[in-house]
């Protein structure tokens, strides 16, 4: 055995692998494979009624659970910025655009099932809804329009071609209006995600779902955090900066 591999063993619990990472519900959802309150059948019981390869499930709830982040702290602010936006996009979107529908589901369904129990459930949702009506044309509008501007000036810039100051188009009326506007809206909704959800505390009585769903928005509220940083902290105010530059080389201020 790979020394640090996870391991899950053939008669473990279905709910019992769930509480005991959450990553693991995707695989169980995909296989339709209840995790929740009818989980007490093992691994080899379940597969074996659903006509399932039991070693093929395990491997993929192994694969689901390994940690793939670096140890290493990443030096963003010395990234060149066209090469800090694929990263934005290729991490970032590339995840909250698979995320987001995913906790929507599970939201929903923890929703409809259990409001009465926990009747702050309704608000978290619309809450979330908010949250990507903001964030998925948001990525569009970044991926369609000003990256590919961010390159432009980046490339312009490191290259001290002639033309550069050509073309500077001015990007701090699309960014003001993400930073300052859309960006602040989506900062409130996450607190108030947070404040709905104790910080995603699951309450004492709440079920395998409904700790799976707290933890699917914890996961959803880090990367967004971060991807917010990287973007108003590192990456445009040093666009904004080269376009400043440019400008002003070309006389044009």
């Not at 053939?10 to 995909?30: E, G, H, L, P």
């Not at 800090?84 to 599970?106: C, S």
């Not at 003001?176 to 108030?192: A, W």
Request: aromatic share 10%; net charge negative; charged share 30%.
């Amino acid at each position: 055995m790979i020394e640090g591999i996870k391991r899950i063993e053939r008669t473990a619990f279905i709910s019992d692998i769930v509480k005991n990472d959450y990553r693991t519900a995707a695989v169980f959802k995909k296989y339709d494979i209840d995790f929740c309150c009818g989980g007490k059948f093992s691994i080899e019981m379940i597969c074996a009624n659903k006509n399932l390869d039991t070693t093929e499930v395990i491997r993929e709830l192994e694969a689901s659970i390994q940690d793939t982040t670096s140890t290493g702290v990443y030096e963003f602010q010395d990234w060149k910025p066209d090469f800090l936006a694929d990263y934005v996009i290729h991490v970032h979107h590339r995840y909250l655009e698979k995320a987001i529908p995913d906790t929507a589901a599970y939201l929903d369904n923890l929703t409809r099932k259990h409001t009465t129990q926990f009747s702050y459930l309704p608000e978290l949702q619309h809450t979330f809804t908010a949250f990507s009506d903001i964030i998925v044309p948001q990525q569009k509008q970044e991926e369609e329009a000003i990256f590919p501007y961010v390159r432009q000036v980046a490339r312009a810039y490191q290259n001290k071609e002639s033309y550069a100051a050509l073309l500077v188009r001015t990007l701090r009326k699309p960014v003001e209006q993400v930073m300052l506007q859309e960006q602040k809206r989506v900062e409130d909704l996450i607190r108030k995600m947070r404040e709905l959800t104790r910080n995603y505390t699951p309450p004492e009585n709440a079920c395998v779902s409904h700790k799976v769903t707290l933890k699917k928005l914890l996961e959803v509220d880090n990367d967004t955090v971060q991807h917010i940083h990287l973007e108003n902290d590192i990456l445009y105010p040093r666009i904004l900066s080269m376009e400043t530059e440019l400008t002003r080389q070309g006389g044009y201020q």
